[in-house]
């Protein structure tokens, strides 16, 4: 149950998870993080993320 009790939470244990696996875009085309060297690891993990913001409409 979560913090109000009201509905159950579902949840899974660690033995039936499964791994997921990162992709990211490089020079062009899409990689899986895992298959990345050291030093292109360390770029990834880096990185700034943003959010970009809706633009405002003139009324």
């Not at 298959?35 to 990834?44: L, Q, T, V």
Request: glycine fraction near 6%.
């Amino acid at each position: 149950m979560n913090k109000d009790q009201s509905q159950p939470v579902a949840g899974l244990e660690d033995s039936e998870r499964q791994p997921c696996e990162v992709w990211t875009r490089v020079m062009g085309y899409h990689r899986p993080v895992a298959s990345f060297n050291i030093g292109k690891k360390g770029e990834h993990y880096d990185r700034r993320f943003f959010k970009e913001c809706e633009p405002k409409l003139a009324a």
